[in-house]
């Protein structure tokens, strides 16, 4: 996967969007929007409530992945006011849901269709 080392794409993120809020809504979260870039100038991330609904912006230009996947995920912890363990499993969840899109958690609609088949 070359590409993922290079840097960020928009096309990238909107993927990471999709596959991040499936996974979130799967483990019953708030699932904020997602934007690029922030409208403060200097830093990578913001997380804004409006009327209750979190939006989180990052910055991709310039930026590793890996630093824009992270903090996607971060946004997604602090949206919904995750901490200790919680916090952990969610974030390690969540990556597992960029790193391998097809991978299926418990719950999934997948998996619920392998357990009638079977």
């Not at 690029?36 to 930026?63: D, F, I, N, Q, Y």
């Not at 630093?67 to 916090?87: F, H, K, T």
């Amino acid at each position: 996967m070359e590409a993922r080392s290079a840097g960020a794409t928009s096309v990238m993120f909107a993927n990471a969007a999709r596959s991040l809020g499936q996974a979130a809504r799967l483990r019953d979260l708030v699932v904020p929007g997602f934007r690029s870039p922030p409208g403060v100038e200097g830093v990578h991330r913001t997380l804004r409530r409006r009327r209750g609904v979190p939006s989180v912006a990052v910055r991709l230009k310039g930026r590793p992945w890996s630093a824009v996947v992270s903090d996607m995920i971060e946004g997604i912890v602090v949206a919904n006011g995750l901490s200790g363990a919680r916090a952990d499993r969610v974030r390690a969840a969540l990556w597992l849901a960029v790193d391998d899109p097809g991978a299926q958690t418990a719950g999934s609609p997948a998996k619920r269709q392998r357990k009638v088949a079977s």
